[in-house]
């Protein structure tokens, strides 16, 4: 099972980019998940830094959710908790994170990748930056994201991308409905205006920085609980023989 991979860049301007990657278009599996959470949290107590971009490698896909591979591989509920969970470390480590995170959503985006997404405090895509909840077609959920997708979209549109699985949203009804901030035709485009915007951002007052970050975020300290309990949502139902047969469909 492919590990993936995560490099940080700090430089001279106090902004951070942390760089994830996989060859199964940039997918999840739970170390990788940890050392994210791990990441954010370290960045996030260190004086040096102002701004944290959030980005991925290539130009592909930016996120396509949870690791298949890893999903077939949970023979158990502790397990599947345990997976899930990843998800709801990494979301309740950028929410609690006392620097803004800039997403830099360049491709398209699945399940965990959209809730990777909704974390983050701003964000520049695409045209190409299409978004889709496919979970409940190999019999799961978005639960452990549904929060701060909701956060983000409203309930109206988080049903409405749930229900219709295989259906992709455009970068326009992701910007429209609030989950991308900016859209740009290129992924230069996108880079312009992202060096330009956290440039200026870095050079504000960081300790206002850091309380608006409070800001943004009131209200979510239940969280810290909540996420996990719909953890153990995901891990139980991962184990159905509806989700192990579709699991084996989508792969092939």
């Known amino acids: 099972?492919?590990?993936?991979?995560?490099?940080?860049?700090?430089d001279e301007n106090k902004i951070a980019t942390v760089c994830f990657s996989h060859p199964?278009?940039?997918?999840?599996?739970?170390?990788?998940?940890?050392?994210?959470?791990?990441?954010?949290?370290?960045?996030?107590?260190?004086?040096?830094?102002?701004?944290?971009?959030?980005?991925?490698?290539?130009?592909?896909?930016?996120c396509a959710g949870a690791s298949f591979d890893e999903l077939l591989s949970?023979?158990?509920?502790?397990?599947?908790?345990?997976?899930?969970?990843?998800?709801?470390?990494?979301?309740?480590?950028m929410r609690k994170c006392t620097k803004p995170i800039i997403g830099r959503i360049h491709g398209k985006a699945v399940g965990g990748g959209v809730g990777l997404a909704a974390a983050c405090d701003h964000t520049f895509a695409t045209n190409n930056s299409a978004i889709k909840l496919s979970e409940i077609a190999i019999g799961i959920g978005p639960f452990v994201i549904e929060p701060a997708v909701s956060r983000k979209i409203g309930k109206t549109a988080f049903t409405e991308m749930t229900l219709t699985p295989t259906l992709w949203k455009t970068a326009q009804w992701a910007n429209e409905k609030g989950l991308f901030t900016e859209v740009f035709e290129t992924i230069e485009l996108l880079d312009e205006n992202l060096r330009n915007f956290t440039l200026e951002l870095s050079s504000y007052?960081?300790?206002?920085?850091?309380?608006?970050?409070?800001?943004?975020?009131?209200?979510?300290?239940?969280?810290?609980?909540?996420?996990?309990?719909?953890a153990s949502i995901s891990g139980r139902l991962v184990l159905s023989n509806f989700t192990k047969q579709a699991l084996e469909k989508f792969k092939k």
Do not use: C
């Open 74 to 93: 949970i023979s158990n509920e502790k397990d599947g908790n345990l997976f899930f969970s990843g998800f709801a470390n990494v979301i309740n480590a």
């Open 1 to 10: 099972m492919e590990l993936g991979n995560l490099s940080i860049i700090i």
């Open 24 to 62: 199964a278009s940039n997918s999840f599996p739970s170390n990788l998940l940890q050392k994210l959470t791990s990441e954010i949290n370290y960045l996030s107590s260190l004086d040096t830094v102002s701004v944290i971009i959030l980005k991925s490698e290539g130009t592909g896909a930016f």
């Open 205 to 230: 007052n960081p300790e206002a920085l850091v309380e608006m970050k409070k800001v943004f975020w009131e209200g979510t300290n239940h969280w810290d609980s909540l996420l996990y309990e719909r």
